[in-house]
Structure formats: structure tokens, C-alpha cells
């Protein structure tokens, strides 16, 4: 039942060529126990039968389908939605992505609670079948693991430093907004399309602190025709080299702190690797090349990040180790 004292919740979904997961996205939406609800799905000019799924909730009340007739990219589509919400709060529900039935009411209270604006939940990765492949809070920064071991507001320069490190909010999914505190931070950007996401909570993290809820709510989907699984090596380094030197140029960073913040990004770099070798090889030197254009020691702070993992040097001791 709908409580006319509570924050209307607008959902935009981004549909483009996922034809397939569809069903079980819009089925954990419409299942979520929080009202009132609107769910605005915005198709990006898909080429598979995505339109024609989608057909299936036209009639819904909770439901408003927007076929686009040109293709604007993720951030246009996020946009496009975003400017018809109507609700104070926000969420950009990924296509291919889905959500626990109290995900949206749990973030809700957290935000009800404080005066974040942005709170995030623990997601599960699960394969393109649905089963639970891992999880995204194991892979954190030992910083972040100690400060979000349990419900916790995140204050913004706080914030601010973990992105620095990683996109520390897995998926769009599993984040809800103040629809203000993203029209103030000028929404998504389409100077990026790998990293759009990332540069949101950047900026969204200038003003705004954020609330971790510890619970897994969203399960982040992980199969081969993702977005990242179409752009090669150097593409996705230059997009993280990128955001991250815009976010570290807004912020007042003592000496030692930018160096780390280089080793950093040397770290993810040797990350990379870990992942597929193969294609780490392949793609090593146009990634050095775009790397370097931007940072002229950039090999040298991925060869200091390598010889430490390679070394088995702690993380704790390569890590910015920021102080807020």
C-alpha cells in the first residue's frame, strides 16, 4: 500500500540489447515491497527484440516505455530518464542487472535517516544464468572493508578518497539518489562511456556524503556482452586514467598523497593483468602510449606497482593510506 507521506522513488532503466535479462529486471522491480513507484524504462534504439519484450508491462501504472528513435549512449539515456522522474529519489536500474524485493526500501530509510545524498548496498556477481559468482565487497580496499564492515555513512571527502582507489558503488543498480543531489551534480556525463558511472559518484561526492548499507540488496550481472567486454585494454585505461586525474585535480592533495595516488593507478593498472594476461600483453603498448600522453611517468609508476605485487609487498603499504 502506497503511504502518501513518503518520497516518490523514480527507477530509470537503460535497456539497450539485453533483450534476454529483461524479464527478471523488470519482475524484481515491480516485486520491490516500497511505493509509491514509477518505472521509466528508457530503450536506447536496441537491435534485438528489447522494444518487443518490453511491450509485455506497457499497460502496467507503475510502467512508462521510451523508445528512443536515435541512439544517445548510456549517458543520454540515463539523462532522457532522469528528466522525466518525477520522484525525489532516484535510481538507475541497469537492464541486465536485479534487485532483492526490500532493496529500494532499505535504501530509502537509510537516506530517510541522514542527510547523505546517495546510499549504496553490497552487491552479489552473479553470471549470466543468475548464480552468485562472487562478491563485490571482498575485493575492497582494506580501508574501505574496515569503515563498511557495517552500516556507515561515508562523509564526502571520505568518499572522495576510496574513489580514488576503485569505483566503490559495483553498479548503478545498487545505489539510490536524491534526484536534487543529481541535478546539481549535472547528471551523467557523455565525455565518458565505460566510466560514466564512476565519474558520477565522483562529483556527486564533491557535496554530498554517501551511506553504505552492508546487506547484499542488487546482484550485479557479469557475462560476455557487458559494456567494459566491448572496449579493449587501452580504452578502459585511458577512460579510469581520466576520471581519476580529473577527481584527484579537484582535491587538495599533500605531495605524498599524489604519489601514492600515481602508484595507484599503476596498481590498477598491474590489476589488468591479473585479469587476462593475454589480452594485457596484446594491449600493453597502445595502453603505455595513451597512459604516457597523459602522465609522462606513468610506466614508471606501473613498473614500481608491478615489482610490488611481484615483490609480495603488502597492500597496506602501497595503498593511499588518506587521511581525512
Not at 559495483?170 to 536524491?178: D, I, Q
Not at 543531489?181 to 557535496?207: M, N, V
Not at 576520471?243 to 595507484?264: I, N, P, Q, S, Y
Amino acid at each position: 500500500m502506497t503511504d502518501p507521506g513518503r518520497g516518490l522513488v523514480s527507477v530509470v532503466v537503460t535497456s539497450y540489447n539485453h533483450a534476454e535479462f529483461l524479464p527478471q529486471r523488470m519482475e524484481s522491480l515491480l516485486a520491490q515491497t516500497y511505493r509509491p513507484l514509477e518505472i521509466i524504462v528508457v530503450d536506447d534504439r536496441s537491435s534485438d527484440d528489447s522494444v518487443k519484450v518490453l511491450r509485455r508491462w506497457e499497460t502496467d501504472p507503475l510502467v512508462r516505455i521510451v523508445a528512443l528513435d536515435a541512439n544517445l549512449g548510456v549517458a543520454g539515456a540515463s539523462n532522457r530518464g532522469a528528466a522525466l522522474a518525477r520522484g525525489e529519489y532516484l535510481m538507475f536500474a541497469e537492464c541486465d542487472d536485479f534487485d532483492a524485493p526490500g532493496h529500494i526500501e532499505r535504501l530509502v530509510r537509510a537516506l530517510e535517516s541522514n542527510s547523505a545524498g546517495v546510499a549504496f548496498c553490497r552487491s552479489a556477481l552473479v553470471d549470466s544464468r543468475g548464480a552468485v559468482v562472487g562478491d563485490d565487497f571482498a575485493g575492497r580496499e582494506p580501508a574501505f572493508r574496515a569503515h563498511c564492515a557495517a552500516d556507515a555513512l561515508i562523509p564526502s571527502p571520505l568518499m572522495r578518497r576510496f574513489l580514488l582507489r576503485a569505483c566503490v558503488v559495483p553498479n548503478m543498480s545498487a545505489a539510490l539518489m536524491r534526484k536534487a543531489a543529481f541535478d546539481a551534480a549535472g547528471g551523467a556525463s557523455s565525455a565518458y562511456r565505460l566510466c560514466l558511472d564512476w565519474d558520477l559518484w565522483g562529483r556527486l561526492a564533491r557535496e554530498n556524503d554517501f551511506y553504505y548499507v552492508a546487506e547484499t540488496l542488487s546482484s550485479f550481472r557479469s557475462h560476455p556482452t557487458t559494456a567494459r567486454s566491448t572496449f579493449d585494454l587501452a580504452f578502459q585505461l585511458g577512460e579510469i586514467f581520466d576520471v581519476l586525474r580529473d577527481a584527484a585535480g579537484a582535491m587538495e592533495l599533500t605531495a605524498r598523497d599524489r604519489f601514492k595516488f600515481r602508484l595507484g593507478l599503476g596498481l590498477i593498472w598491474a590489476g589488468y593483468f591479473r585479469a587476462d594476461p593475454g589480452a594485457w600483453l596484446r594491449g600493453f603498448p597502445r595502453a603505455a602510449a595513451a597512459a604516457s600522453r597523459r602522465d609522462p611517468f606513468a610506466v614508471l609508476f606501473l613498473a614500481m606497482a608491478a615489482g610490488a605485487k611481484l615483490l609480495g609487498i603488502r597492500y597496506s603499504l602501497v595503498d593511499r593510506d588518506f587521511r581525512v
